[in-house]
T-cell receptor, first 114, second 117 residues
């Protein structure tokens, strides 16, 4: 069965600094998708970035980028120039297989210090 | 509406009562998902509907849980004889299944917070 592990329950970063959130996963599939979701206190899940496993190039969305290491099954999120609005719970998620269900990690709570 | 909506936003019920949670997906989205999020944890998949295909119920934790969807519209998640361990946020998501490689981005609703007393 596929699993997703986030080993950092909480992280803190100073405003304007860079922070990296870790995620590892386990799968026997060769083709799959990986995601980072942001969940602020409003509970609304917001897609931050996605990565297709067949693509070697790391995905980038403005201040958000990933370091995708397929052989190591690692998928970390880097947030550059952190802003107060980045404070939230961040979830790493995996999708692979026929049903398209997402498998989530337990989350990392990110605090941004002014 | 522009996004996925869920009702009620919050629900408090007594142990042993039945509850119904509603999800209105984005219009035109063929796929609909239900997830459960316990306090301080990630989301657990419950059930998945895709068009007129048989739903994937592999995530339902017990036979007290059931869900229905009529066509490509509203879905209801029903929990019978609620227990305290059912207390959680129940999130619904929909997708168009038209993304690259066949995976469409899942758009989430705001969730229903269920508290069983």
């Amino acid at each position: 069965a596929q699993t997703v592990t986030q080993s950092q329950p909480e992280m803190s970063v100073q405003e304007a600094e860079t922070v990296t959130l870790s995620c590892t996963y386990d799968t026997s599939e060769s083709d799959y998708y990986l995601f980072w979701y942001k969940q602020p206190p409003s509970r609304q899940m917001i897609l931050v970035i996605r990565q297709e496993a067949y693509k070697q190039q790391n995905a980038t969305e403005n201040r958000f980028s990933v370091n995708f290491q397929k052989a190591a099954k690692s998928f970390s999120l880097k947030i550059s120039d952190s802003q107060l609005g980045d404070a939230a719970m961040y979830f790493c998620a995996y999708n692979g297989g026929a049903t398209n269900k997402l498998i989530f990690g337990t989350g990392t709570l990110l605090a941004v210090q002014p | 509406g522009a996004g996925v909506s869920q009702s009620p936003s919050n629900k408090v019920t007594e142990k042993g009562k039945d509850v119904e949670l509603r999800c209105d997906p984005i219009s035109g989205h063929t796929a609909l998902y239900w997830y459960r999020q316990r306090l301080g944890q990630g989301l657990e998949f419950l059930i998945y509907f895709q068009g007129n295909s048989a739903p994937d119920k592999s995530g339902l934790p017990s036979d007290r849980f059931s869900a229905e969807r009529t066509g490509e519209s509203v879905s209801t998640l029903t929990i019978q004889r609620t227990q305290q361990e059912d207390s959680a946020v129940y999130l619904c998501a929909s997708s168009s299944q038209s993304g690259a490689g066949g995976f469409g981005e899942q758009y989430f609703g705001p969730g229903t917070r269920l508290t069983v007393t």
